[in-house]
Each structure stands twice: as C-alpha cells, then as structure tokens.
C-alpha cells in the first residue's frame, strides 16, 4: 500500500480504547460486487475484528467519470458520525486501486428481508422509516443531500437497527444541484426534469421507501425508463385497499409533485414529518438513543458471520487484500 492512508476516526479494540493498528488485514470473502469493484469481509490478524473493505478500481471510476463522487463519498463519511449512518475507519490506495474500511454490518441488506417476506408490517416499515429518518435530519443539518436512499443502501447492524451505506450520490448542496443521478424509480420529479433540486429528493425518495416496504414494490414501475419517468411525472399512486390510513396520507405528501411543497421541505424541515401523525406513537429521543426494539433481530452465528450475504465468485486477485498494510 502507499503511504497516503488518510485516518477517519480511530479503532478501538478493548475497554481500554487502546487505538487498532490496521497493519495486517486478510480477505475473507466478497459480500459484495458493484461497477467499479467488490466489498471484502476481512479480518484484523492481530485483534481478530471483522471489517467491510471497499475495493475500487481506479481505471473504472476515471473512464466512467465518477472520480468527483467518489472523493465525496471519502470527505462526507469522515465528517460523519450518527448511530444509523455506516462509519468508516480509514481510507488508502494503491496504483490501481482506492480502499475504504468500514464496519462490518453482519445483518446485511434490508432489501433482503424485503425480498424474503414479501412486503414489511406497518410496525416494521415505520421502525425503519424512523431510524431513517432520524439520520436524513442529521444530514440536512449539515447540508448533505443523500440522493440515493433505496433499501438497497440500507443494511441492518447485529443488532438490527438500520444504516445507511454507499455515499457516492451524496453531495453538500447549500442551495441546488442540478446532477442527475440516483436510481429510476425513486428519482423525485426535479431531478428528472433538471429544475435543480436540494434536500427535497430525499424525502420523496423516503416516501417511495415506505410505500415499497409496505406494498413490495415500489409506486412507479415501467419495462422502460422512459415509463418509469413519465409515471414519476404523472405522479398518480395506486394505494392498496389495505393500505394503512395514516400510512398513505404521510406518502402521499412526501411525495408531492412540487418539491416546495414537499413535506419535510417546508419551514419546520425533518420535524414536519416526526410530528405526522402515522408516527405519534414513536419517542423521538428513543430513536435517536437506538433504544426503540428492532422488529427483527438478524441470525448471526459469529461475529465473521455472512450468512445474511449472497455469494459471490470470488476474483482471482490474490494481491488485492490477502494482506493489506494499514496504519494509524
């Protein structure tokens, strides 16, 4: 490795925050596989801790012109630290490649737990929607704009409380941003449009969430995404008869057309929407303490654990991170 490493936040291995010198990493496997690369389970030789390596190849993320949101991906994460984002340790790289360690969420993704059950209780989507939220509050405080939110990006600690990955679209926006970018179906209006958009896009995209961890699915779906658009545009819902009341009137005014009209983009922000009353029986304080009980609680058998992960193929780059030197 080179000797760029850039610390974020310091390891801690005992009772005594005895800081973690990460002079000696071996790949476990891959848990994860994206466009520009693979997500490593490895583990710390000398502590025998578990850890989340992001792997990026260099020449992918030129040719594809992402390197501006990848360096943002590296300066937001070191700025932040909330119980329902994922915190990063440290960053280093190569000649070929850039790393990013991360905790290891041994819960996995909870689009997973979607996949499996069908669709979530009403309990269980405003468990989650409030520990969501309670991180999107954090973030606008600090004029970060998510723009990714889907349950793709959402993985569940040991504990099963939830944590927002994958920082790559997030921007610090003070005014407007006119990038596109995200995923279709949960793009909000203004951004297909190019009209320039802030923190609004993250609160429709919430109101997506919701609506697809109750329903299945997601409220704008097409073949193509020219149909997946022009539904986003057209902005007609189709609600479920069972579809909870209180439920649907907080969707339908996350994901109001116009973004100034937005709830959650209004005079009182994030607290518009805490005080709605599908969540009037949540305690706000509790959410933020992580002391609401989680509704599901993930099989974990060891702390290196990944049963909650697909598999993957693994690649034949033994140089990669058989052993990786780091140090704080």
Not at 17 to 27: H, I, Q, Y
Not at 166 to 175: I, M, P, R, S
Request: charged fraction near 25%; aromatic fraction near 10%.
């Amino acid at each position: 490795m080179t000797d760029d490493l850039e610390p974020c936040v310091s390891v801690t291995i005992d009772p005594n925050n005895n800081k973690l010198n990460l002079d000696g990493l071996e790949r476990i496997c891959t848990i994860g596989k994206g466009s520009f690369g693979r997500v490593y389970l490895v583990r710390h030789l000398a502590s025998e801790q578990y850890f989340a390596l992001k792997k990026l190849s260099i020449s992918k993320v030129v040719s594809t012109r992402q390197t501006e949101h990848v360096h943002s991906e590296k300066k937001l994460l070191c700025r932040l630290s909330h119980p329902f984002i994922v915190k990063m340790y440290c960053t280093a790289s190569d000649q070929s490649s850039l790393y990013m360690l991360f905790e290891y969420l041994s819960g996995g993704e909870l689009f997973s737990y979607l996949r499996a059950s069908k669709n979530f209780s009403v309990h269980m989507s405003r468990f989650y929607a409030a520990e969501i939220i309670s991180a999107l509050q954090y973030l606008h405080a600090k004029c970060i704009v998510y723009r990714d939110l889907k349950l793709e990006n959402l993985m569940l600690s040991k504990d099963g409380h939830v944590k927002i990955t994958d920082f790559g679209f997030a921007k610090e926006v003070t005014d407007r941003t006119w990038t596109m970018c995200g995923t279709p179906e949960y793009l909000a209006p203004e951004i297909i449009t190019h009209e320039g958009h802030g923190k609004a896009v993250d609160w429709w995209s919430l109101g997506i969430l919701i609506y697809e961890m109750i329903v299945g699915n997601p409220p704008f779906e097409g073949r193509v995404l020219s149909e997946v658009f022009a539904k986003i545009l057209d902005g007609k819902i189709r609600f479920p008869r069972s579809f909870d009341t209180n439920a649907k009137d907080l969707v339908k005014k996350l994901l109001q057309r116009d973004q100034f009209k937005r709830l959650g983009n209004l005079k009182n922000g994030a607290a518009d929407v805490m005080n709605h009353k599908w969540f009037a029986d949540i305690r706000w304080d509790d959410v933020a303490a992580s002391k609401l009980m989680p509704p599901v609680i993930p099989t974990i058998y060891s702390s290196g654990d990944t049963g909650n992960f697909d598999s993957y193929d693994e690649d034949s780059d033994v140089e990669t991170v058989r052993l990786l030197h780091f140090s704080i």
